[in-house]
């Protein structure tokens, strides 16, 4: 199994801020995912983080609001720009692992709220 | 596209008792994967089980098993004898291919399950 880190782990923002996401894996995996789960919905994959090239975004969601960075096979941040109330949600960093059946491992996401 | 539908949005269950949570699914790809996953109320996401379209048995994991139904499209949790921190969201998810999570997942819109002791 994978320890996913992430920081922050909750934060208040202020509307029309942005707000990076840092996730921090304890081994080298090749793609890392990043999901938003609205209050009381269910996940949403925003983005795929593949190291090396770009990332592959879900419809719905685009580059210039979610941009994400993807440096090294341990490392990768979101960016939620220019937030909105809308924008608060739990976001979760997980990766996969294609040895045994190949479940998501999750971090223990960032609680955002924009006022 | 894949779509995973959980129509019971919350359940109440005596402890002790088994508790099947129902998640149907849909897709055209021959090759897929199904989990659960629970997050209690801390909002940490917990991997309980997985089932492959081509396994032939249901899957199991101490108290947790799948109902898997592939003719229906339909793969249920059951929790045997539920406990007081069985109490969370459970979601049903889907991967794209039977090689497991590491596509992504696709995920229902969980059903809250609340054990009364």
């Known amino acids: 199994s994978a320890v996913i880190s992430q920081k922050p782990s909750r934060d208040i923002c202020q509307r029309g801020t942005s707000l990076t996401i840092q996730c921090q894996v304890d081994s080298q995996v090749t793609m890392m995912f990043w999901y938003r789960q609205q209050p009381g919905q269910s996940l949403t994959l925003i983005a795929t983080?593949?190291?090396?090239?770009?990332?592959?975004?879900e419809s719905g969601f685009v580059i210039d609001k979610f941009p994400i960075s993807r440096p090294n096979l341990t490392f990768s941040t979101l960016t939620v720009s220019n937030m909105s109330p809308e924008d608060s949600s739990i976001y979760l960093c997980?990766?996969?692992?294609?040895?045994?059946?190949?479940?998501?491992?999750f971090g223990e996401g960032s609680r955002l709220t924009v006022l | 596209a894949q779509k995973i539908t959980q129509t019971q949005p919350g359940m109440f269950v005596q402890e002790k008792e088994a508790v099947t949570l129902d998640c149907t699914y849909d897709?055209?790809?021959?090759?897929?994967?199904l989990f659960w996953y629970k997050q209690p109320s801390s909002g940490e996401m917990i991997f309980l089980i997985y089932q492959g379209s081509y396994d032939q048995q249901n899957a199991t994991e101490g108290r947790y098993s799948l109902n898997f139904q592939k003719a229906r499209k339909s793969a249920n949790l059951v929790i045997s004898a539920s406990q007081l921190g069985d109490s969370a969201m459970y979601f049903c998810?889907?991967?794209?291919?039977?090689?497991?999570?590491?596509?992504?997942?696709?995920f229902g819109k969980g059903t809250h399950l609340i054990i009364q002791p």
């Open positions: 897709t055209s790809d021959p090759s897929y994967g």
């Open positions: 983080a593949n190291q090396g090239s770009e990332a592959t975004y």
């Open positions: 997980s990766v996969g692992d294609r040895r045994g059946v190949g479940e998501l491992f």
């Open positions: 998810a889907m991967s794209p291919s039977s090689g497991g999570g590491a596509d992504g997942l696709t």
